[in-house]
C-alpha cells in the first residue's frame, strides 16, 4: 500500500524536520510549474525518473533551470545509458504517477531499487521544494533535512554537480 501525504508529514514529524506546504492546483510539468516559483521562496528542481541499459533504476533531481544532457548524465553518475523510465515502472517502484515524481517518493521504495542524485546547487538555499507525494501542492524543506529524509529511507544519495 503506498504511503499518503499523512504517512509523509508523520515520517518528517518523526524525524524532527519542518516543512512549510503551500497547496495550489496540479501542475504537471517544470513548465507549468514556473508561475509557482515566484510565490514559493526556495530552490525549485526537476526530478527525472530514470533506467540505465542494465536496468539499474535512477532518481535525479536537479535544478529547474538545469539543462539535463542524457548522452552526459551516465558518466556523471556512473552509470550505462539511460532512457526514461516509463510511467508503469515509476507507480511500481516509487507508487506515484508521472507529474507527481518526488524525492518524498522514495518513502515508498522500501526496496532500495532506485539510485537518487541530488543537485548541489539545492544546498546554496536555505528550502527547497517538492510535492508531497502528490502535484496539488508543495513542501518546503531545508536540503541537509532532505538527505536525511532519504538516508532514513535507506538510500545514500549521490550528487550532481
Request: aromatic content about 6%; overall charge negative.
Given at each position: ?32 510549474s ?55 515502472l ?21 526496496a ?50
Amino acid at each position: 500500500m503506498p504511503k499518503t501525504r499523512a504517512d509523509l508529514f508523520e515520517r518528517l514529524t518523526e524525524l524532527g524536520v519542518r516543512t512549510t506546504t503551500h497547496e495550489h492546483p496540479p501542475v504537471m510539468t517544470v513548465e507549468e510549474s514556473k508561475d509557482l516559483y515566484e510565490k514559493i521562496p526556495g530552490w525549485h528542481s526537476k526530478k527525472l525518473f530514470l533506467k540505465d541499459a542494465k536496468g539499474v533504476l535512477w532518481l535525479v533531481v536537479a535544478d529547474a533551470m538545469r539543462p539535463i544532457d542524457l548522452k552526459q548524465l551516465p558518466d556523471a553518475i556512473g552509470s550505462k545509458r539511460l532512457s526514461f523510465g516509463s510511467a508503469e515502472l515509476l507507480v511500481e517502484i516509487l507508487e506515484v504517477p508521472p507529474g507527481a515524481v518526488t524525492p518524498f517518493a522514495l518513502i515508498n521504495d522500501e526496496a532500495h531499487r532506485v539510485n537518487v542524485v541530488l543537485d548541489r546547487s539545492m544546498f546554496e538555499h536555505t528550502a527547497a521544494n517538492f510535492h508531497p507525494l502528490e502535484n496539488t501542492a508543495t513542501t518546503a524543506i531545508a536540503p541537509k533535512d532532505l538527505v536525511r529524509f532519504v538516508e532514513r529511507c535507506g538510500h545514500t544519495p549521490c550528487y550532481l554537480g
